[in-house]
């Protein structure tokens, strides 16, 4: 939940992230979906389940639970040069769950 923190350190400024809703650029790109998904799933709890990294590519699997909603299915991946990521995917699809 640090996303801000996260975009500033780690992205490049001309980062490229591939997501259902479209292309976004950069860390203003990044920031919207960072509001999207804390949107979707307010408060959520996530849970990484598989961490790969390859030289400058990596792959993150991940969970997540909030009142109301879940994903099971998250999956980002990254192209990453000179200690920035250039490039990113992301994909999950939130679920409706009995708010508890």
Known sequence: HRFAEDIERN???ECVILER????????????????????LPGGRF???KVLVE???AFLEWT???DG???RDGA????IED??????????TVESTPAG
Do not use: K, N
Request: a positive charge.
């Open 11 to 13: 992205l490049s400024p």
């Open 21 to 40: 809703r479209g292309v976004f650029r950069g860390r203003a790109g990044a920031q919207e979906l960072a509001r999207w998904l804390g949107e979707e």
């Open 47 to 49: 849970t990484y389940t």
């Open 55 to 57: 030289g400058r590519f």
């Open 64 to 66: 997540a639970e909030a």
């Open 69 to 71: 909603a879940r994903v």
């Open 76 to 79: 980002d991946s990254f192209v």
């Open 83 to 92: 200690g920035w990521i250039v490039a990113q995917t992301i994909h999950y």
